[in-house]
């Protein structure tokens, strides 16, 4: 009976350092992919509010910070839409602008990346640092007309494609 509550014992001892081994892993891929990217705290929290982080391997944290890219992205489409509605005449060239590159990174960036990431990641690389352009034109657009109404989301969506091409490069 002794020798059976010892090796129950001993059972969850080695399942617990088995657990904590491997989180300890998970976390260490993380800090590591995310200390080779431009922003080491966003590229964490990014990562780490995704439940399925702790089980992704390097593609698969790519693919994290790729949804984001593409949830921004659909955003700024539904913020540029809504505001174009309602704009004064001279916003409409820098919106319609704004609508079609971010048209761009969700229907032709986000989808190469997405495929790429597990065959060919030079490709996805490129397709995030052109979604990190592409915000960037958004901003440009404004230039000359008025003040940008997306300065903040542009930088965030430039920023987020930037730690995910960071993250690609360690697959190349």
Same mark, same amino acid.
């Given at each position: 009976m002794k020798i059976q509550i010892s090796l129950i014992l001993l059972s969850i001892m080695i399942l617990q350092s088995d657990a904590v081994s491997s989180s300890q892993k998970d976390q260490n891929l993380i800090e590591t992919t995310c200390k080779n990217t431009p922003d080491y705290k966003l590229c964490t929290s990014i990562i780490r509010a995704d439940r399925g982080a702790a089980a992704a391997d390097v593609p698969g944290l790519g693919l994290i910070v790729v949804a984001v890219v593409k949830k921004k992205t659909q955003e700024m489409l539904a913020t540029i839409n809504k505001q174009s509605k309602s704009a004064a005449k001279k916003l409409l060239p820098p919106l319609r602008r704004c609508k079609e590159v971010y048209k761009a990174v969700l229907e032709g960036d986000i989808p190469v990346a997405e495929t790429a990431i597990? %065959?060919?990641?030079?490709?996805?690389? !490129? /397709?995030?640092?052109? /979604?990190?352009?592409?915000?960037?034109?958004?901003?440009? /657009?404004?230039? %000359?007309?008025?003040?940008?109404?997306? !300065?903040?989301?542009?930088?965030?969506?430039?920023?987020?494609?930037?730690? /995910?091409?960071?993250?690609i490069r360690n697959l190349l």
């Open positions: 597990r %065959g060919n990641p030079k490709f996805a690389e !490129t /397709a995030m640092a052109d /979604a990190r352009i592409e915000a960037n034109l958004c901003e440009r /657009a404004f230039e %000359g007309v008025a003040p940008s109404p997306f !300065t903040s989301q542009n930088n965030y969506v430039e920023n987020v494609a930037a730690v /995910a091409r960071a993250i």
